[in-house]
């Protein structure tokens, strides 16, 4: 018999248990949390009409992400991109600048929405 250790994150569906479990951690400390979520990548293209390719254009990505949330942002990497760009998602979801909710959508017909951890928000800048 052959034992084998695997990081909890590497397993599949590890982001969305664990992401769960935060959540209903947070929501038995502060019922009202605000619980957003954010697509960074989709984000770029919806407000700058630019390809994702921090490899490349990291320096310009800080800056467009910098004017738009009013601080002098430099990213050391794409994940702390990512969390900047989330973070600017949350804002506008907290300030009410990006009305359109996806979650809030109603499910075409013969779907169901799901909210297993309560309600959320996915604001989108239209």
């Known amino acids: ?16 248990l664990g992401g769960m479990a935060v959540l209903l951690a947070l929501r038995n400390r502060q019922s009202g949390v605000l619980v957003t ?3 960074p990548k989709v984000l770029r293209w919806a407000l700058w009409h630019r390809r994702y390719d921090y490899g ?3 320096r310009q990505m800080d800056a ?3 004017l738009a949330l009013g601080v002098d942002l430099r990213t050391a990497n794409d994940h702390e991109w ?6 600017l998602a949350a804002l506008h979801a907290l300030r009410d600048d990006w009305p359109r909710d996806i979650h809030a959508l109603d499910p075409a017909a ?4 799901v909210r297993p951890c309560g309600p959320t928000r996915y604001v989108w800048p239209e």
């Open 37 to 39: 979520e954010a697509h």
């Open 82 to 87: 990512d969390a900047a760009a989330s973070a």
């Open 110 to 113: 013969g779907e169901r929405t």
């Open 56 to 58: 490349v254009e990291a």
């Open 1 to 16: 018999m052959r034992l084998n250790v695997a990081a909890p994150n590497s397993l599949y569906g590890s982001m969305s």
């Open 64 to 66: 467009d992400l910098s």
